[in-house]
């Protein structure tokens, strides 16, 4: 799971702040037992070494680190104890003062010291805790914000007119992501649909998508003719849009007439489910093109395929293929292929449900790694009752 910008910014600066970068990552227990190995190293020097030599400046460390890393009542213990071996140190090697005061003057001037000290570092600590803390919700709000925003871009999770019917659900591995789909009605009998993903995670990848969503539907009306046209007015606008290194695989089709016209631009191949009770097994549509916006001017070809009633259409992403288990094992493009022709004849719904399901019982409990979308489309076998017409905004 790749981390968003301003949460490596955050680690960033936890790093510079801590003197000990790797004490963050150890237990208390650990930290306690670091602290005070340190306390007790310096403290057999200084008995051993003789009384002229000052270690004073060195206790400020295990000071520091245990008023940081354990707490300020923990800083303050350190402090006293600290004052009890420099006291300690005088009394064994018998040191005279001047005067008797002397000693409780230098000593309690060292307590004052080493206690103010403490609660610096203590204060500096919580100030620090607060802010980051701060910055981490103001993220979370923002992305929050941010997901309901994309998820109101892609359609009703559920779409059902009276010729087709379909269904689809978008998981994203960060909360708000670069994976994409929609259904569109074009007209009398005839509707898009489209999978995309854009290269990377995270808001980088959600913003090229809206970008992307937007394209779309804007070319859509006037140019399903031509998909291939489509396609690569699509990726040119892409191109000159996003930043380098960035770009989008995608499944763009119309279904009209019976007729599916479909471009694979670099995307996992969908699958093309025969009517319920055909002899034909699933038909893979693989890639007919490169992905959009990584060549300039580029060319791609439309493919058309045999769509009667009753057959579905199932899209994925490579979410869905490169899902791993505990052990590192991906769920494999052979497998999620013969997942879908195994639904065969179930409602777009069922589809989407069961695929997700699969994916989540490979996975085993394990945060996604990346964002998974699945869409299905299906076309009413012949008399079949239909809904309204679906809105895909």
Not at 2 to 8: A, V
Not at 109 to 118: K, N
Not at 280 to 300: E, I, M, T, Y
Not at 355 to 378: F, K, N, R, Y
Request: glycine share 10%.
């Amino acid at each position: 799971m790749r981390r968003i910008p301003e949460t490596r910014t955050l680690q960033r600066t936890v790093s510079l702040l801590s003197p000990f970068r790797v004490l963050m990552h150890m237990s208390r227990r650990v930290r306690t037992a670091v602290v005070a190995a340190l306390f007790l190293l310096l403290a057999t020097f200084d008995l051993a070494t003789s009384p002229d030599v000052s270690f004073l400046v060195f206790y400020s460390l295990p000071v520091l680190l245990a008023a940081w890393y354990l707490g300020p009542h923990e800083g303050l213990l350190v402090s006293v104890a600290s004052i009890a071996v420099l006291v300690l140190d005088d009394i064994v090697a018998r040191k005279l003062y001047s005067h008797p005061t002397v000693p409780l003057w230098n000593h309690g001037g060292e307590l004052v010291f080493f206690v103010f000290f403490s609660w610096l570092v203590g204060t500096l600590h919580a100030a620090f805790e607060r802010e980051v803390t701060a910055r981490k919700e103001r993220l979370e709000h923002d992305l929050s914000l941010a997901s309901e925003v994309q998820a109101a871009l892609l359609p009703p999770p559920v779409l059902d007119g009276p010729l087709f019917s379909a269904a689809g659900e978008c998981r994203q591995a960060l909360g708000v992501g670069g994976d994409a789909w929609d259904v569109t009605v074009l007209g009398e009998g005839a509707v898009s649909v489209s999978i995309a993903d854009v290269s990377g995670k995270g808001m980088p990848a959600a913003l090229l998508m809206a970008g992307f969503l937007g394209f779309l539907r804007g070319l859509l009306p006037a140019s399903t003719d031509h998909l291939d046209d489509l396609v690569a007015e699509l990726s040119e606008k892409l191109r000159l849009a996003a930043p380098e290194a960035r770009f989008v695989t995608a499944f763009i089709g119309v279904v009209d007439g019976g007729i599916l016209r479909y471009v694979n631009a670099g995307h996992e191949p969908g699958v093309l489910l025969p009517p319920f009770g055909s002899p034909d097994g699933p038909r893979p549509l693989p890639s007919s093109g490169p992905p959009l916006g990584v060549l300039p001017l580029a060319r791609f070809r439309e493919e058309r395929a045999p769509f009667p009633p009753g057959s579905s259409l199932v899209l994925f992403t490579d979410g869905m293929t490169e899902c791993q288990d505990p052990a590192g094992t991906e769920l494999g493009r052979e497998r999620v292929l013969g997942l879908a022709a195994a639904l065969k004849g179930a409602p777009p719904p069922a589809v989407v449900r069961d695929l997700l399901a699969a994916a989540e019982s490979h996975a085993s409990g394990a945060p996604l790694q990346d964002d998974i979308t699945i869409v299905c489309l299906s076309r009413r076998p012949t008399g079949a009752p239909g809904g309204t017409s679906p809105d895909s905004r």
